[in-house]
């Protein structure tokens, strides 16, 4: 008698195509008539290739004329075989209507059964791709980043990340357990794997262990230190930016493993009591946070031309200096002088120079 587990297989144990549905790879959009005609291509070389293989080997065929096979009675041959046709009580016998059916009635069979089968034989081998696609983006997914969350807070994050131009949407992975959530990350062109982030085997999915960054905005605080902590065992080494809502959970997060947190309720809450006194500076600090146009805060190595110089005297607005992993702000001592393996923290130009519209 068979026993059964008491315990499920984890979601990561999973072979590639039981994770169909889990993960979702995003898909190229391709217009009706281009996806027509690649399948007429591709009947074509079929139809090609095997008027070659005839022809090769037409001294083992047999013509009821008895006068061998011509290269027209290949492309014949190889027309009535691929089309389904078969011989009937009525053939074409001469060259002319041999000609016609090749050229005439064998494109109108080829373009009936891919309008009547083609839309079938897609939704059937849908499944297989998408297995074959997952099964290729698990073998070579590294230093990714993985957005846990893709409410307000995670498309704000997403739509950043995009505006850098070295970050690829294949390489962002969404973790949602909303399906109108992940269709749209979907749409955006990236891929989404369907669970709750606080299952350590979701996580796995997402390749969290070989990610080079996490990024963590669920909606509740408890979510968010509990996917941190899960986080941080599975991946050491990843970089784990997490939100909260309170000021007061910022603690739980740093010792979650965190290494940066951003508490959304103050930060929204001090850009509204600037709005009252001082609404343009709100606007500059909207267009500094807009990585797309406008200006945007970046980071680049230092020159060696630079290098033993005030970032002070640069033509870049520099607002900071990055050594060994530690910020200093551009008035600080420390950034006095700029030394070989730094980092500047900058005002880059997106866009060309425009006002501000409040």
């Known amino acids: 008698?068979?026993?059964?587990?008491?315990?499920?297989?984890?979601?990561?144990?999973?072979?590639d195509h039981e994770l169909v549905g889990v993960i979702r790879m995003p898909e190229l959009t391709v217009s009706p008539l281009r996806s027509i005609l690649k399948r007429i291509i591709g009947a074509m070389l079929a139809l090609l290739a095997t008027v070659l293989i005839v022809y090769l080997d037409r001294d083992g065929y047999r013509d009821a004329n008895g006068d061998g096979l011509s290269f027209l009675d290949s492309l014949y041959y190889a027309t009535v075989s691929l089309s389904t046709t078969g011989y009937g009580d009525i053939a074409p016998a001469t060259s002319s209507a041999r000609l016609?059916?090749?050229?005439?009635?064998?494109?109108?069979?080829?373009?009936?059964?891919?309008?009547l089968v083609g839309t079938t034989l897609e939704v059937l081998t849908e499944r297989s791709r998408q297995a074959f696609k997952i099964q290729k983006w698990r073998t070579k997914v590294r230093d990714h980043t993985v957005v846990v969350g893709f409410g307000t807070k995670g498309r704000s994050a997403v739509n950043a990340l995009l505006g850098d131009e070295s970050v690829e949407p294949d390489h962002i992975v969404v973790v949602d357990t909303d399906q109108q959530a992940l269709e749209a990350a979907t749409s955006l062109g990236l891929v989404t794997v369907h669970g709750s982030a606080t299952r350590a085997d979701v996580l796995r999915v997402a390749g969290v262990q070989r990610a080079k960054a996490v990024v963590v905005a669920p909606n509740r605080d408890d979510t968010a230190v509990l996917v941190t902590l899960t986080a941080r065992e599975l991946a050491p080494k990843s970089h784990i930016v997490a939100s909260v809502r309170e000021a007061e959970n910022v603690h739980l997060l740093k010792q979650s493993g965190a290494n940066q947190v951003v508490v959304s309720s103050e930060t929204a809450g001090r850009l509204l009591g600037m709005a009252t006194s001082t609404p343009l500076v709100v606007d500059m600090v909207e267009d500094l946070l807009t990585p797309e146009s406008g200006l945007a805060i970046a980071e680049r190595p230092v020159e060696p031309s630079e290098e033993g110089g005030s970032p002070r005297h640069l033509p870049d607005i520099v607002l900071g200096v990055v050594r060994d992993g530690v910020l200093y702000r551009v008035d600080a001592p420390q950034a006095d002088a700029i030394e070989p393996g730094d980092k500047l923290l900058y005002v880059r130009k997106v866009t060309s120079a425009e006002t501000i519209e409040r």
Do not use: A, E, G
């Not at 008698?1 to 072979?15: A, E, I, N, Q, T």
């Not at 050229?103 to 009936?112: E, Q």
């Open 1 to 15: 008698m068979k026993v059964l587990s008491r315990f499920p297989v984890r979601l990561s144990d999973r072979p």
């Open 100 to 115: 016609v059916n090749v050229l005439v009635i064998t494109p109108l069979r080829v373009l009936f059964l891919i309008v």
